[in-house]
């Protein structure tokens, strides 16, 4: 391999938590999260200082903040390969409840709507492009749609005596 060309590490898409209930600083129900990625720093969910009745919904917003940041970068990626300057770009997403077969909650929609501003000369261009992505959906809108298997496992961390 030449010098001009170094080899990239590997990225692979991971997220380690950590329950923070036994630390000084926080309480029985906080999180930290670190992730993999370099553009994303550790999160702390710090529910513990919100009253009880206003813990719930963490998992509602991130999944929220997932469906939007997907589709919003790979817009923004697209409207920037196009050399269409962004003046404004913004979006409010939210979760929408439902129940599944069984009357158990679950998120039943995420609604997402984008607020765009590029150049007067520029906007039929940029309203192909951003249809056209909303039509055919990017990583995650695809992945949530088609329905994600997820895998759970646990392992016992007791001394074994």
């Known amino acids: 391999m030449s010098e001009a060309k170094k080899e990239v590490k590997q990225y692979v898409p991971k997220v380690e938590m950590q329950w923070l209930g036994k630390t000084i600083s926080y309480g029985d129900e906080d999180l930290l999260f670190k992730f993999n990625h370099k553009a994303i720093p550790p999160m702390i ?66 609604e997402t709507i984008v607020n765009v501003k590029v150049s007067d000369d520029k906007e039929e261009e940029a309203k192909a492009i951003l249809e056209h992505l909303l039509e055919v959906g990017c990583l995650m809108s695809r992945s949530l749609q088609r329905g994600i298997k997820l895998n759970y496992k646990y392992n016992w961390l007791n001394d074994k005596k």
């Open 45 to 110: 969910l710090h529910k513990s200082v919100l009253p009880i009745e206003e813990r719930a919904g963490t998992s509602r917003e991130l999944i929220a903040a997932v469906a939007s940041e997907c589709m919003v970068e790979w817009m923004i990626m697209s409207l920037k390969r196009a050399k269409i300057p962004i003046e404004e770009f913004n979006t409010v997403t939210e979760a929408k409840m439902g129940t599944d077969e069984t009357g158990r909650a679950v998120v039943g929609s995420c």
